[in-house]
């Protein structure tokens, strides 16, 4: 049977490196995961009781396209709470994940051809969505001195339709501020493209507050989503927020693609944007391993890495110690019973030399995890020896 040329995307790597680990534990090795974005910690207490309350008053059925009114209306507050802006619930989407945002994000705003730019380092299932879609991705290739984020001149005269950029960004965990926002918005409006702004790690910042997109438009997509601050990665639900003229594009959409967001979910995510206390607590636990990672790494030998401001990674520049990222990977996998991702996934051109460290486990997790590759790359040459 055939195959569409759109279906011929690349793999997400770091789901290999998932399943290697995962191999390895099912042989009876002790895995430390460094590999995924994705919580140490389970929904909030609060979540998955108002779930159950709500499973004993009867059937999850069908919800409205959009989401439930009042989560709706919930994360329309939440803005006003972290950012100061006044938010339309009705400009606000549910929708499967933030992946069931990028979908619809893509659907509603190009056409078969546009060409969307991303910046790399980036995610990427920006990259694989986009051409399963039969867009162009076009990676802009961002410089240390920019702390690895697009700036204007990266896509001058690139002719696009789109410009996705990400703060806190994955996999660098660096942040833009009030003057970069403003100018990448300008920068794109300037020339027809339509600006995306993908929030999913908002909440996860260490040392100042991210900035919204919508503190300086309206006239921007911005996706977002329970996985990460909130715990839920495996509930799957995210939201959008659309200018008012969108909500109807996108909802005809997702009728037709999606139906909805899961009922469950939606019920547990609603509940859970009120259960602050543990939400804060689970940001303690990143923000001493971000300091256990910062000091751990470079004692270990990886030394040049981006500043991450937000988010639970650190990005690390290894061309000193490797040019195959996903070689170096496997070994590190092998011998030290550590899993890491190869900067592949990130990046296709500059990746081969960069891997990425996630700290989103139990700190305990983290500093076994910094212990055994530390002893590796003494074992290895790479550091001197400790007694």
Same mark, same amino acid.
């Given at each position: 049977m055939r195959n569409s040329t759109r279906s011929g995307v690349d793999p997400f790597i770091v789901m290999d490196v998932m399943e290697a680990a995962r191999k390895a534990e099912e042989a009876g090795r002790h895995v430390i995961h460094m590999e995924v974005g994705q919580p140490g910690t389970g929904a909030p207490k609060g979540a998955t009781e108002a779930l159950a309350k709500a499973m004993e008053q009867g059937p999850l059925g069908y919800t409205v396209a959009l989401g439930l009114p009042a989560l709706r209306q919930r994360i329309a507050r939440?803005?006003?709470?972290w950012y100061n802006v006044d938010l339309n619930p009705e400009r606000v989407v549910i929708t499967p994940g933030s992946s069931g945002g990028f979908l619809l994000t893509?659907?509603?705003?190009?056409?078969?051809?546009?060409?969307?730019?991303?910046g790399a380092p980036g995610y990427p299932s920006y990259r694989q969505i986009l051409k399963a879609l039969g867009l162009v991705p076009v990676d802009l290739p961002t410089a240390p001195e920019n702390r690895l984020q697009p700036v204007p001149a990266?896509?001058?005269g690139l002719d696009l339709q789109g410009l996705m950029?990400?703060?806190?960004?994955?996999?660098?965990?660096?942040?833009l501020d009030h003057a970069a926002m403003q100018a990448l918005i300008e920068a794109a409006q300037g020339q027809g493209a339509s600006f995306i702004s993908d929030e999913i790690y908002h909440g996860l910042e260490y040392e100042a507050k991210a900035f919204t997109a919508l503190e300086l438009t309206d006239e921007c997509y911005v996706i977002n989503s329970f996985s990460k601050y909130f715990s839920m990665t495996g509930w799957r639900v995210g939201w959008m927020v659309v200018p008012e003229d969108q909500v109807r594009v996108v909802e005809r959409i997702a009728q037709n693609m999606f139906i909805c967001a899961p009922h469950a979910s939606q019920v547990a995510a609603l509940a859970a944007m009120d259960c602050e206390e543990e939400l804060q607590a689970n940001l303690d636990v990143y923000r001493r391993n971000r300091l256990l990672m910062l000091d751990g790494l470079p004692k270990a030998g990886f030394t040049n890495i981006a500043p991450p401001d937000g988010a639970f990674y650190v990005y690390a520049d290894v061309s000193d110690l490797t040019q195959d990222s996903r070689a170096f990977a496997a070994e590190i996998l092998d011998k030290a019973g550590?899993?890491?991702?190869?900067?592949?996934?990130?990046?296709?051109? %500059? *990746?081969?030399?960069?891997l990425r460290f996630s700290y989103a486990r139990s700190t305990e997790d983290i500093q076994d995890g910094l212990d055994r590759l530390q002893r590796f790359m003494a074992? %290895? *040459?790479a550091i001197p020896q400790t007694a």
């Open positions: 939440l803005y006003g709470e893509f659907t509603a705003l190009f056409d078969s051809g546009d060409r969307v730019g991303i990266d896509f001058a950029v990400a703060s806190p960004a994955n996999p660098t965990g660096t942040m550590v899993a890491v991702t190869p900067g592949l996934d990130f990046d296709p051109v %500059r *990746g081969h030399t960069t074992e %290895r *040459g």
